[in-house]
């Protein structure tokens, strides 16, 4: 092998080394492992790859479900607070009751 050739060689195996150590081998063989066990194949396979490297949401986010999860916690949020209003209310009445003198 020439001199050449062994210097390509060192510098692919270097450079193998680098990507294994930055953790680059791992991610795309977890990705491509990812796709190969998907039973309904992406048509678009780069895209797929693309979300399983960025660690995104395997589906769209759907944000007419997240819009309506808001207003119903929202709705929720203000039928608590009116509830732990009337609680406080009712727990003053009676507190209030309480250390008032009793008349006999």
Do not use: W
């Not at 692919?12 to 491509?32: P, Q, S």
């Not at 190969?36 to 797929?48: G, I, L, Q």
């Not at 203000?78 to 509830?83: G, H, I, K, T």
Request: hydrophobic share 30%; aromatic share 6%.
């Amino acid at each position: 092998m020439s001199q050449q050739g062994r210097q390509s060689d060192s510098k692919k195996e270097e450079f193998r080394r680098y990507l294994e150590k930055a953790g680059v081998l791992d991610a795309f063989t977890k990705a491509l492992v990812g796709l190969y066990e998907e039973p309904d194949k992406p048509t678009d396979a780069m895209e797929f790859v693309k979300r399983q490297l960025h660690g995104g949401p395997p589906e769209p986010i759907n944000m007419d479900a997240l819009k309506q999860e808001i207003q119903d916690l929202r709705m929720r949020n203000q039928q608590l607070e009116e509830e732990n209003e009337m609680l406080k209310s009712q727990l003053l009445k009676y507190e209030s009751e309480e250390q008032a003198p009793a008349t006999s």
